[in-house]
T-cell receptor, first 116, second 111 residues
Framework: EAQVTQNPRYLITVTGKKLTVTCSQNMNHEYMSWYRQDPGLGLRQIYYSMNVEVTDKGDVPEGYKVSRKEKRNFPLILESPSPNQTSLYFC???????????????FGPGTRLLVL | KQEVTQIPAALSVPEGENLVLNCSFTDSAIYNLQWFRQDPGKGLTSLLL?????REQTSGRLNASLDKSSGRSTLYIAASQPGDSATYLC??????????FGTGTRLQVTL
């Protein structure tokens, strides 16, 4: 079964305490990305990766880091979380071959983060 | 910068009604437009994908149209059911496969 998994699903932490949200996919997809969802703002892209060792910034990368050492994993790292990073986070993935116009993306179940 | 708008923000209809959700986008240079469904506590599920060269797509009771030149899409849901209650998100795919989302329409179908 095609799956995108995220861990943890829920997390409460304090300002400044480093944390990592993991994302893993079993579809051998090249492309992975992270989004955050906030009320009234919709989903916004944080970072994306076209393949192993290839990452780039999305629209709201400040305060986040990512790495792509293996095709299946794309962790999101918050080195020093702040309250404005309280949000619902989604990992997404899609594969090639095929033109971009035919791509649909698969989303993980989300990670709800509260930073106090 | 691409902006996606969805109207209405919320909608409540009785079971059995047909309904239309609207989506507009500012930059017509898109690869495709997708409609997603989001249930509380769950991720996003892709409902329909319309390639930029297409005008519409259908899946069961769902029909989505795309007018790229005017920057508009509609999602038509026929004979709505309580199980259709969810938030519906419209998203366009741009450069580097980035999705730009609207803020969604929260649909409630009542018995």
């Amino acid at each position: 079964e095609a799956q995108v998994t995220q861990n943890p699903r829920y997390l409460i932490t304090v300002t400044g305490k480093k944390l990592t949200v993991t994302c893993s996919q079993n579809m051998n997809h090249e492309y992975m990305s992270w989004y955050r969802q906030d009320p009234g703002l919709g989903l916004r892209q944080i970072y994306y990766s076209m393949n192993v060792e290839v990452t780039d910034k999305g629209d709201v990368p400040e305060g986040y880091k990512v790495s792509r050492k293996e095709k299946r994993n794309f962790p999101l790292i918050l080195e020093s979380p702040s309250p404005n990073q309280t949000s619902l986070y989604f990992c997404a993935t899609h594969g090639r071959p095929g033109p971009i116009s035919q791509e649909t993306q698969y989303f993980g179940p989300g990670t709800r983060l509260l930073v106090l | 910068k691409q902006e996606v708008t969805q109207i209405p923000a919320a909608l409540s209809v009785p079971e059995g009604e047909n309904l239309v959700l609207n989506c507009s986008f500012t930059d017509s240079a898109i690869y495709n437009l997708q409609w997603f469904r989001q249930d509380p506590g769950k991720g996003l599920t892709s409902l329909l994908l319309i390639q930029s060269s297409q005008r519409e797509q259908t899946s069961g009771r769902l029909n989505a149209s795309l007018d790229k030149s005017s920057g508009r899409s509609t999602l038509y849901i026929a004979a709505s059911q309580p199980g259709d209650s969810a938030t519906y998100l419209c998203a366009v795919t741009g450069t580097a496969s980035k999705l730009t989302f609207g803020t969604g329409t929260r649909l409630q179908v009542t018995l």
